[in-house]
Structure formats: structure tokens, C-alpha cells
């Protein structure tokens, strides 16, 4: 086992400083993954207070800023904890969750005003978790929240009044509510349920009613409501796939369950996202994703608002991640592939703009690669797309690959600017990341077509891109690697005894090296869903050989080439010991392993000294088993 001394580690990075590679300079290591001074900005609802999280050594605190003066001050004083999300609640109170607990994801929840005054703890979760329903105040006092205090594997809904901490029950879970939903007035009105395979959704016409089911669906179908309809309030508009492949806006009527019709959506494209205005009650776009995400507006003042903004900051992607309640004073950030991007105000009535900070000021982008989408046809033909980030100042041929599969089960690789896809550019490498089946965004067959498929289908498409690389000339077949976390680092372990593969090395982070494992790590509250991540990972009853062949840990004996392997001790998701008996089995076959661990960080890392650690670590294994092959 390689252990890696800091001293050595240090050594290394600052020698990446003086490095050179061609004409592009080596970029050191924490530029490309340097803390935010200032995150998650948020506005007053009246507009006229900017809140934001200060990084101050290992802690956050909660600054505010009047918009009109710029004057700000801090507002807590976190000494051993940091804030981990925080919202307001009216124009002069904000609640914000003090984190307790990393590993388990606890937390207790504050209430303060926004001049630092009257700050209160309203809950003290040291077993259960709590989670705020809706960001907005009922009758000035009450907070509409879920909570598994009653019954650790279920979330009911309490009524939290701010101003005494007293928790009232709002609505009793009866075992199989997976989700809980509400109108724009804060008003309980949707519920889904699970059987573990099959949701329903259940409607009520008020807070006084009963829920009733209206529709069912297997978990493979989406429906996601995203709002009511303001003049007909038993109306909702919903993203949907229901009787049809990709995900379409819809109207449904909760009376009946019907979809009413489909206000946008075609079978060429997957919407993934819409935005409803409370201000003007209609929705105002639907996001849609091939390449690129794209808009498809629904509202001309909100196109015009997007022209404005196209206009005000041009060659780069715009996103709206908070508004006041007038719909005057927006956030807005920016960003390309090349360009990690900025924070500005944006003011709709006088159409100005003021910059409040850079994402990473260290980032040059003429120094930055650009991510190409890719796509090519998998062996029983399916239509498979990527990604190709190459070097800069490199020809797209004959180069050292870094597989860059992402987590799951679900999601995807989308376009923009990723520190990592970057960083290992700027060290020589293609990066080649694959939507392999499975991904999110394809549409539903696509999704399940990667159900129980982990070292299976799955990886074939991954080996068919790589074979795509090379029959195209740009890979060099003798120095691939792979690289991933969670299921990419499972992913990437089983590509090095995959059938037809031939990798010159493999990293996991974090990866899920048993699937049996895994699946006993889901935590209670998410046990509705068992059976549905039986489905998609496999049965640990019925499909036990198929789950072996895809879990690394029994299956040492079929590796051979040199391992990068990092993990967090702490992580409820695997078993350390399993992952050192793991490396251990390697290393009695003469493996070379790379070893390198961490109490309870959340990896890469929210500090600078752990990231250093594992980015000088992973370019030194492939420098050692890559580059210089």
C-alpha cells in the first residue's frame, strides 16, 4: 500500500507550479478547485436585502447586505458549526440549518432576524431529521415542515411555529407517503405514496378533506407537478412521460386523474424542468436538455426578461437562482464550458446590472478547454451520447485518455464547466465522459434500459465509446484509464475486468465496490423505495450472481492493473473494512494500489488541505500509469 506523507503530497504541488506542458502552462491544483469567498446568495422578499454565506476557515456564516447602500454585517457567529442551507422567511427573518451531524445529514433549524437579532433554535434533532416543506410563513408564525421524529422510516407533516418552536401535526403519515406537496399558498395538497414499485398520487380539495388516489404509475414513469393552476385550482401543470416516451408539459385535472392536454412537448425532446411565476400566476418556461439545456418560454415578458439579460452579458449561459416576491430583483449566474462564470444583481425595471462576485477568479478562459458533444451506436444499437473535452493546443489524435464515468443510479454528464473535467485537460488528457444507458434526460426507455445492467450493459457502452475513441484515431489504445465516484468508481473498478476491455489503469472515489453493501446502507425513510432500488441495482435474493459480477469486492482476482483508490472512512454508503480487505487482495496478487482515505470529509473535499490531497495524489498515479506508459 502507497501511503501518501503530506510533506510529499505538498512537494509535488508546488512543483506543478513551475511545470509546463507545450504552450499551456500546468495549472496548480487548488486554482481549479478553490473555495468561494461568498456563496448562496439569496434576496429579501422585498427586495431590498442580499443574504450570503461567508466561508471563514472551516465554518459559514450568514452575512446580509442592504442593496441600495451596499453596507453589510455578519449575523452569526458560528464558531464550531457551519450553516449548510438557509432561506428567508419574510422580509426581515431568515431560517437557517445549523449542521449537527455531516455523515447523517442533521441538522438544527434557527430562526433570526436579518439584523442579527433574536436568534432562536427551533428544533434540536439529535436522531430524527427535520425539513422545511414551504419557504414561506403561514399567518406570519407557522412553518409547514416533515419530520421522522415519530417514526424514524417516514416523514409526517408538522406545523412549526417560529415564534415558540412548538411543532403541531399538520398530517400523519400512514407508512407509505413518500412525498408531500403544496399549493402556492403554502396549502397541503398533493401526497404521493409508494408500494415500492408503483406510485400513486393522492389530491385533496383542502386542508380539510381527505386525500384521495387519482393516478398510479410504476416508478419508471414520471410525474412530477410542479404547480396549481391559479384560476382553476384543481388543476395542476406537471412534467409527465405517462403513455409516452419522453417527458412533456402537461395540464392534469385531480378530479379525474386525465391529463388535460400537453402545453409543450414533442417526442424529440425530454423536458426535465419548468418554472412557474407565483407573481403572475402562469408558468413562464419549460427547460428541455440534448447538448445543452434549452428554454422554451411560455411567457413573452419572461423571454424578453432572458433577451436582456443575452444582451446585458453575451457568449454565456444565464441561470436565475433567486427573485424577490415583486419579480424586480433577480440573481443571476453565468457560465460556459470554459468559464465557471459570476454572480450578478439584475434589476428589471431599470435593466442594470451589478456584478457581486466570480465563481473562481483563478480560472483564465483562454487557458480553459471546450467540452464537444459526442455520440456513436453501441453494439446491439443504441444511440449513445458523450461528451469530448481535449487539451488545449493539442490535435485530436493519439492521446492519453482519462473514461470519466458519472455517479447513479440515474443522472447524467451535462454541458458547462466542470473543475474536474478541466483540470484533467490542462494535465494532457482527452476527457471522455458517456451518458451511458441509464442516464436521466433520454427519455424512459433509455432510463430503463440500465436497470440491473452495472458491469453489464452498462459498461459495454462505455467500452464501445472507448472503442469509438480509437477506431476515431484520438485515443492512443495503450493509455486509457478510467476514473469515477460512487457508482463511476464502480464503474471504473469493473472496467479493468470487463470482457474486451483493456484499460491501462482504473480510480475510484468513493466507489461502490459491493452492491450488497449498498443496498443494506439505505437509510430508513427510504425504504418505501426498496423495492424500487431492486429494480434498478438488482435483487440481493434473486439476482445474487449478477450482483457479484458487478461488485469489485468479489472479483480482486480478475484485476491486474495499477488502482487508485480513495474513500471517506465515515461514509454510510460503504464499508471500510471491505474496501482494505479489497485492497488487500489486490495487493497478495502484486497489484499496484494507491491508497488514500479521509475521516468524514465530504469529498473532494470541502477543504483546501484535503482537496490538495487528493487531486496531487490521483495526478501522480496518472502521471505514473498513464503518461508515461
Known amino acids: 500500500m502507497i501511503v501518501y506523507k503530506r510533506y510529499l ?75 449548510n442551507f438557509y432561506f428567508w422567511v419574510s422580509k426581515n427573518e431568515l431560517i437557517y440549518y445549523k449542521e449537527t ?110 386525500f384521495k388516489p387519482i393516478m398510479t404509475n410504476n416508478f419508471k414513469t414520471t410525474f412530477r407537478p410542479i404547480a396549481f393552476s391559479h384560476n382553476q385550482p384543481h388543476i395542476i401543470y406537471a412534467v409527465s412521460d405517462v403513455n409516452r416516451d419522453k417527458s412533456a408539459l402537461v395540464e392534469v385535472d385531480c378530479h379525474t386523474g386525465k391529463e388535460l392536454k400537453v402545453v409543450f412537448g414533442n417526442d424529440s425532446i425530454n423536458i426535465t424542468d419548468a418554472q412557474y411565476s407565483r407573481k403572475k400566476q402562469k408558468m413562464s418556461f419549460v427547460v428541455y436538455e440534448n447538448w445543452k439545456k434549452e428554454k422554451h418560454f411560455l411567457d413573452d415578458s419572461v423571454k424578453l426578461l432572458y433577451t436582456n439579460l443575452d444582451h446585458l452579458l453575451p457568449k454565456t449561459e444565464t441561470r436565475i437562482i433567486d427573485r424577490d416576491k415583486a419579480e424586480n430583483v433577480f ?21 442594470q446590472l451589478r456584478k457581486l462576485s466570480d465563481f473562481n477568479s483563478a480560472i483564465k478562459v483562454n487557458e480553459m478547454s471546450e467540452m464537444k458533444p459526442i455520440s456513436f451506436v453501441s453494439k446491439d444499437s443504441m444511440r449513445i451520447q458523450g461528451y469530448l473535452t481535449l487539451p488545449v493546443n493539442k490535435k485530436a489524435q493519439n492521446l492519453p485518455v482519462v473514461v470519466l464515468p458519472h455517479d447513479g443510479p440515474g443522472g447524467r454528464n451535462s454541458w458547462g464547466y466542470n473543475a474536474e473535467v478541466q483540470f484533467l485537460a490542462n494535465r494532457g488528457y482527452a476527457v471522455f465522459q458517456v451518458n451511458y444507458r441509464g442516464s436521466s434526460g433520454y427519455g424512459k426507455a433509455f432510463f430503463a434500459a440500465g436497470f440491473k445492467q452495472w458491469g453489464c450493459k452498462i459498461q459495454q457502452d462505455i467500452n464501445d465509446g472507448v472503442q469509438w475513441l480509437i477506431n476515431e484515431k484520438i485515443a492512443n489504445p495503450k493509455r486509457i484509464a478510467i476514473y469515477g465516484s460512487g457508482f463511476g468508481g464502480n464503474i471504473a473498478l469493473n472496467a479493468l475486468y470487463s470482457k474486451g476491455s483493456n484499460y491501462t489503469c482504473a480510480a475510484s472515489n468513493s466507489g461502490v465496490i459491493n452492491l450488497f453493501t449498498y443496498l443494506k446502507s439505505i437509510p430508513p425513510f427510504l425504504k418505501p423505495n426498496l423495492q424500487m432500488y431492486y429494480e434498478m441495482i438488482g435483487n440481493p435474493v434473486t439476482d445474487v450472481d449478477r450482483m457479484r459480477q458487478s461488485s469489485p469486492l468479489f472479483q480482486a482476482d480478475r484485476i491486474n492493473a495499477p488502482v487508485f483508490i480513495a474513500q471517506n472512512i465515515k461514509d454510510p454508503n460503504i464499508n471500510s473494512a471491505e474496501t482494505v480487505q479489497f485492497i488487500k487482495n489486490l495487493q497478495k496478487r502484486k497489484v499496484n494500489v494507491t491508497y488514500l482515505e479521509n475521516d468524514g470529509v465530504s469529498f473532494p473535499g470541502s477543504h483546501l488541505e484535503e482537496r490538495q490531497k487528493f487531486y496531487a495524489a490521483l495526478e501522480q498515479f496518472l502521471e505514473v500509469n498513464l503518461k508515461k506508459k
Open 331 to 351: 440573481i443571476v449566474r453565468t457560465f460556459t464550458d470554459r468559464n465557471p462564470g459570476s454572480f450578478y444583481l439584475y434589476f428589471a425595471k431599470t435593466g
Open 9 to 83: 503530497l505538498f512537494f509535488l504541488l508546488s512543483l506543478a507550479f513551475a511545470c509546463k506542458q507545450g504552450d499551456m502552462r500546468i495549472i496548480p491544483v487548488d486554482d481549479f478547485f478553490k473555495s468561494q469567498d461568498r456563496l448562496v446568495y439569496r434576496i429579501s422578499p422585498d427586495g431590498t436585502s442580499l443574504s450570503y454565506l461567508v466561508l471563514e476557515g472551516k465554518n459559514q456564516n450568514l452575512y446580509i447586505e442592504n442593496i441600495a447602500t451596499g453596507k453589510g454585517r455578519k449575523v452569526t457567529q458560528l464558531k464550531e458549526r457551519s450553516i
Open 101 to 210: 451531524d455531516p455523515q447523517k445529514r442533521r441538522s438544527d433549524i434557527f430562526i433570526i432576524n436579518k439584523d442579527g437579532s433574536n436568534e432562536r433554535q427551533l428544533t434540536n434533532n439529535e436522531k430524527s431529521k427535520i425539513r422545511v416543506l414551504e419557504d414561506q410563513l403561514i399567518d406570519d408564525k407557522y412553518l409547514l415542515v416533515t419530520s421522522n421524529k415519530r417514526d424514524s422510516t417516514v416523514f409526517d407533516v408538522y406545523r412549526l411555529n417560529v415564534r415558540n418552536g412548538v411543532m403541531e401535526m399538520a398530517a400523519k403519515n400512514p407508512g407509505n407517503i413518500t412525498d408531500w406537496i403544496t399549493d402556492s399558498e403554502g396549502k397541503l395538497r398533493l401526497a404521493t405514496s409508494s408500494d415500492g414499485v408503483n406510485e400513486t398520487l393522492l389530491y385533496r380539495e383542502n386542508e380539510g378533506s381527505s
